[in-house]
């Protein structure tokens, strides 16, 4: 993953889904990108599935909600 841009896959747009964070402007979220890994056996399987998606989107999905995770830990440290 690019250190520079880590998240230059991760788009939002306020008239798709809610303006949740998706994947390259597909209707597939992240949200949906981590229940889909957490419920298929490989990311081989999941990728077939989804043939529009590929392993540096899977990569970028699970660092996005990791580094959004460490953001709200912060703020709760800070309160």
Not at 25 to 30: D, F
Not at 50 to 65: G, K, R, T, V
Request: charged share 30%; hydrophobic share 45%.
């Amino acid at each position: 993953m690019n250190l520079k841009k880590p998240f230059d896959r991760i788009t939002i747009e306020a008239g798709k889904l809610g303006g949740k964070p998706c994947i390259r402007g597909y209707r597939i979220s992240v949200e949906d990108v981590l229940f889909y890994l957490a419920s298929y056996r490989t990311h081989a399987e999941l990728l077939a599935a989804f043939p529009c998606l590929e392993e540096e989107d899977l990569q970028q999905a699970l660092a996005y909600a990791a580094a959004n995770l460490r953001r709200r830990a912060k703020k709760l440290k800070a309160a």
